[in-house]
């Protein structure tokens, strides 16, 4: 069990190994849900991404590119269990 002190600002800091054990990162938010018996409890929030995070993500340096159909064609084979 971890002790906190609440300053006069009403502020109170998480210990590293809080930190650590939720696996929350520097510049990450935290969650904090009221409970209904008074106590609290806290989580890290998800991490989320966009959809331009994906981009390049696939990308082979000294690969050809792939055009759309043969793109298709591999998931087609893949599904027919012929790759």
């Given at each position: 069990m971890t002790t906190l002190t609440v300053?006069?600002?009403g502020?109170?800091?998480l210990r590293k190994e809080l930190l650590q054990h939720l696996g929350v990162e520097p510049g990450q938010r935290i969650i904090?849900?009221?409970l209904a018996d008074g106590g609290i409890a806290v989580?890290?929030?998800q991490k989320t991404g966009t959809i331009s995070d994906l981009v390049g993500m696939l990308k082979r340096?000294?690969?050809p590119r792939l055009s759309i159909d043969e793109i298709n064609e591999a998931i087609a084979e893949g599904w027919a269990g012929k790759r």
């Open positions: 300053t006069a600002k502020q109170i800091t904090v849900d009221k989580r890290a929030e340096p000294g690969q």
